[in-house]
């Protein structure tokens, strides 16, 4: 027989404590108290009070309601993205068939600042510049990239 684990014991309590910040943080943020949150999930109030205390961590279903609640992701729930919202929802503009703004966002995020510099200096030269035919992509999402600039 499997065992059942349950939520709680899945996250360490530096990630509870991180959740805990994040939801106090959302709460506080829509002018809202405990008891508010509550009755709009139809949870306790001192349900809520735990998650924001860090004692228990809310399971999936909840988080999901809360991300929809507040209008953010669930990973932003959970302390694994400094980004509130999907990216790719909010800057869905196509730059090719393949990626959106949202995904360049989410790419330059994972840079250091000297990717970001070459980064930068990269798309001020195309502004200015019709003369670039090669463009080569090595690593993308460790920032590694080339350009040339050939005259025509």
Known sequence: MKKRVKSSNVFGEKQKLI??????????????????????????P???????????????EVVYRLADFYNVTTD?????????TNLNDTYAIKLTNKMTIGDAVE???KMDN??????????????KSKKIIQFRTLNLYQ??????????
Request: proline letters at 3%.
């Open 107 to 109: 790419i330059m995020a």
């Open 143 to 152: 920032g590694s990239f080339y350009f040339t600039i050939i005259k025509q």
């Open 46 to 60: 001192s349900t809520i009070s735990h998650y924001e205390k860090g004692l228990t961590v809310p399971p999936t």
């Open 76 to 84: 932003y729930i959970l302390g694994k993205s400094a980004s509130r």
């Open 19 to 44: 959740i805990a910040k994040i939801l106090i943080n959302l709460r506080e943020l829509n002018f809202l108290t405990q008891t508010d949150i509550a009755k709009h999930l139809h949870l306790s």
């Open 114 to 127: 000297a990717e970001r510099e070459h980064l930068a200096y990269f798309i001020e030269v195309i502004g």
